[in-house]
Nanobody, 126 residues
Framework: VQLQASGGGLVQAGGSLRLSCAASGDMLSRHVLGWFRQAPGKEREFVAAIIWSGGRTYYADSVKGRFTISRDIAKNTGYLQMNSLKPDDAAVYYC????????????????????WGQGTQVTVSS
């Protein structure tokens, strides 16, 4: 599976962006699509994940109620809708795929993800 993230850009605080993650190769039913982010000088952190087949979602507390992860199985593409953006949300955002099913906090662990996209920059101005 190869992943291509896109949709980043510059937005004012309070604004919205939608990131896309196009997968080449089949995202199988047991796969998990995750979004992570890394700001300068900080560790990569979990943002959200979705179980590809069933659609169950998981979110970091910092983005709950503001971000929505989704996927279009027919298009083999995942999305991260980001609303009410804050300067703290500024980072490089990466999409990743895990070949094995996960649940709960297991999905937060970046080490379990097998495939990574190249990242897309999100900048939020205050």
């Amino acid at each position: 599976v190869q992943l291509q993230a896109s949709g980043g850009g510059l937005v004012q605080a309070g604004g919205s962006l939608r990131l896309s993650c196009a997968a080449s190769g089949d995202m199988l039913s047991r796969h998990v699509l995750g979004w992570f982010r890394q700001a300068p000088g900080k560790e990569r952190e979990f943002v959200a994940a979705i179980i590809w087949s069933g659609g169950r979602t998981y979110y970091a507390d910092s983005v709950k109620g503001r971000f929505t992860i989704s996927r279009d199985i027919a298009k083999n593409t995942g999305y991260l809708q980001m609303n009410s953006l804050k300067p703290d949300d500024a980072a490089v955002y990466y999409c990743a795929a895990d070949r094995q099913h996960c649940s709960g906090s297991d999905c937060y662990d970046s080490l379990r993800y097998d495939y990574w996209g190249q990242g897309t920059q999100v900048t939020v101005s205050s």
